[in-house]
């Protein structure tokens, strides 16, 4: 024998090794004839299914292990994959069944069904079955741990914006009390008229009650935005025109903000297609980038609040809240977006980590970016989803 000669160890198994091999194994194998007998059956699948080797070896592994469903609905042999591989001679493989023990109970399994040749002829399949219990409530547990992290969440966007709430509440009350003061004095003028009613003044009664059902269809319209805004059940997204929500997301900013000397201007571009989202959401990122940016502007002379709308290359609408204000120091700046970071003396410091939220849940992306001449700008993205109508679908 020569030092490069390999000794019989080297070429050939010993004696027995398969069984080795099989009895080690954590994964269940057993074998099948082309009738669906189980020709044999390593300690895993044993154990795993409840039986002993003699009350599998010989008997029909479809009506042993296979023969229900998930829902509990019977599995016809016919559908079974782990057959269909000593039919079609391919391999089959699936993620999510489940197998039955011997006292009834089952347990979720992903298998492997691959056909056995010999001489180019079928003669069976061998099956390579693992048990996935701790897997799938692995996953059950991941699922309602982001369950509870999204009602988190929806709190958080809620305490939001009732804070924001909360510091408009003075200047609401001024904004409501304007149109029914208005109410109030329309109807007594309605009434004096009446009391010193003559042929010609009916017209005049009319034109004040008129005047006083516009006032009342205002403090109503306020109110209503109010709680539609503070509605906690925000969670079904719908097609929607980005333009309306910010005008509607606006004006409930613009209510009571006591500042009367700033400019506010729209500058929306037309013709866009509807998007898919959650609009009680988008509007309060909106709400808060215009309250910020009217906050900013503070004692600012000559203040100018611009909220402008365009489409980008990529296929999304962006929204600008453009302010002329004092702007950020650096050092806010680069920590803006991170919870319980504010500038107001009395504020939370969650309004722009929610918007990021908000947005981001939204396949968009928000940054501010400082003015030239002054004061800064946020920008939020939107990706436009068309329905399937528009894809021609």
């Given at each position: 024998?020569?030092?490069?000669s390999?000794?019989p160890?080297?070429?050939?198994?010993l004696?027995?090794f398969?069984?080795?091999?099989?009895?080690?194994?954590?994964?269940?194998?057993?074998?099948?004839?082309?009738?669906?007998?189980?020709?044999?059956?390593?300690?895993?699948?044993?154990?795993?299914?409840?039986?002993?080797?003699?009350?599998?070896?010989g008997?029909?592994?479809?009506?042993?292990?296979h023969?229900?469903?998930?829902?509990?609905t019977?599995?016809?042999r016919?559908?079974?994959p782990?057959?269909?591989?000593?039919?079609?001679?391919k391999?089959?493989r699936?993620?999510?069944?489940?197998f039955?023990?011997?006292?009834?109970t089952?347990?979720?399994?992903?298998?492997?069904?691959?056909?056995?040749?010999?001489?180019?002829?079928?003669?069976?399949?061998?099956?390579?079955?693992?048990?996935?219990?701790e897997?799938?409530?692995a996953?059950?547990?991941?699922?309602?741990?982001?369950e509870?992290l999204?009602?988190?969440?929806?709190?958080?966007?809620?305490?939001?914006?009732l804070?924001?709430?909360?510091?408009?509440?003075?200047g609401?009350?001024h904004?409501?009390?304007?149109?029914l003061?208005?109410?109030?004095?329309?109807?007594q003028?309605?009434?004096r008229?009446?009391?010193?009613?003559?042929?010609?003044?009916s017209a005049?009664?009319?034109?004040?009650?008129?005047k006083?059902?516009?006032?009342?269809?205002?403090?109503?319209?306020?109110?209503?935005?109010?709680?539609?805004?503070?509605?906690?059940?925000?969670s079904?997204?719908?097609?929607?025109?980005?333009?309306?929500?910010?005008?509607?997301?606006?004006?409930?900013?613009?209510?009571?903000?006591?500042f009367e000397?700033?400019?506010?201007?729209?500058?929306?571009?037309?013709?866009?297609?509807?998007?898919?989202?959650?609009?009680?959401?988008?509007?309060?990122?909106?709400?808060?980038?215009?309250?910020?940016?009217?906050?900013?502007?503070?004692?600012?002379?000559?203040?100018?609040?611009?909220?402008?709308t365009e489409?980008?290359?990529d296929n999304?609408?962006?929204?600008?809240?453009?302010d002329?204000?004092?702007?950020?120091?650096?050092e806010?700046?680069?920590?803006?977006?991170?919870?319980?970071v504010?500038?107001?003396p009395?504020?939370?410091?969650?309004?722009?980590?929610?918007?990021?939220?908000?947005?981001?849940?939204?396949?968009?992306?928000?940054?501010?970016?400082?003015?030239?001449d002054?004061?800064?700008t946020?920008?939020f993205?939107?990706?436009?989803?068309l329905k399937?109508?528009?894809?021609?679908?």
């Open positions: 024998m020569t030092g490069n390999k000794g160890r080297d070429t050939e198994p004696p027995g398969s069984d080795l091999i099989l009895a080690a194994s954590g994964d269940g194998i057993y074998g099948l004839d082309t009738q669906g007998h189980t020709t044999f059956a390593n300690p895993a699948a044993v154990r795993m299914c409840g039986y002993t080797v003699e009350e599998m070896v008997a029909s592994q479809h009506n042993l292990i023969h229900t469903r998930p829902d509990g019977p599995y016809p016919l559908e079974c782990i057959y269909a591989a000593f039919s079609d001679g391999v089959h699936k993620k999510d069944e489940v039955w023990r011997k006292d009834g089952s347990f979720p399994v992903e298998y492997v069904s691959t056909p056995i040749w010999d001489n180019g002829r079928l003669i069976g399949a061998v099956v390579s079955f693992r048990d996935i219990t897997r799938k409530q996953e059950k547990t991941l699922r309602e741990s982001e509870r999204r009602k988190s969440q929806s709190d958080l966007h809620h305490v939001s914006r804070s924001a709430m909360g510091e408009m509440a003075s609401l009350a904004e409501l009390n304007q149109p003061t208005a109410v109030m004095n329309y109807v003028a309605a009434k008229t009446l009391e010193a009613s003559d042929d010609v003044s005049q009664v009319i034109d004040y009650l008129d006083g059902l516009i006032q009342v269809d205002r403090a109503s319209n306020i109110i209503r935005g109010l709680r539609k805004f503070i509605n906690k059940d925000n079904d997204r719908s097609f929607e025109d980005i333009n309306e929500i910010i005008e509607e997301a606006s004006k409930l900013a613009f209510a009571g903000s006591g000397n700033t400019k506010f201007e729209f500058q929306l571009s037309k013709g866009f297609k509807l998007i898919f989202v959650d609009k009680v959401q988008v509007q309060q990122v909106i709400f808060n980038l215009v309250r910020n940016g009217m906050e900013a502007l503070g004692d600012t002379r000559d203040g100018h609040l611009v909220i402008a489409k980008t290359l999304c609408i962006e929204v600008f809240v453009r002329n204000g004092p702007g950020l120091d650096e806010i700046a680069g920590r803006l977006f991170q919870s319980f504010t500038t107001k009395n504020g939370m410091g969650v309004g722009l980590s929610i918007c990021q939220s908000i947005v981001e849940d939204h396949a968009g992306r928000l940054w501010e970016t400082r003015n030239q002054g004061g800064m946020f920008h993205t939107l990706p436009i989803v399937d109508s528009e894809n021609g679908e």
